[in-house]
């Protein structure tokens, strides 16, 4: 595999209690430091997902490798 493909290919992925629900003011909280977090140059354009129950997650499970646990 060359290099730029491993580049255009890789992904993060972060682990999180499915089991804890989050209140709704904290996840405000949560994704408004997101929001105000900088970027490299803020030339990195940011897409943040909020999913919420198993059936969301699901979906989320077949479309991408980027979950896990």
Do not use: W
């Amino acid at each position: 595999m060359e290099f730029a493909e491993v580049i255009a290919k890789r992904y993060s992925c972060k682990r999180f209690d499915e089991t804890r629900e989050i209140a709704p003011e904290a996840l405000e909280r949560i994704l408004e430091a997101g929001r105000l977090a900088p970027t490299a140059k803020n030339l990195q354009e940011q897409h943040v997902y909020v999913l919420q129950g198993p059936e969301s997650l699901a979906i989320v499970d077949e479309l991408t490798p980027c979950r896990y646990g």
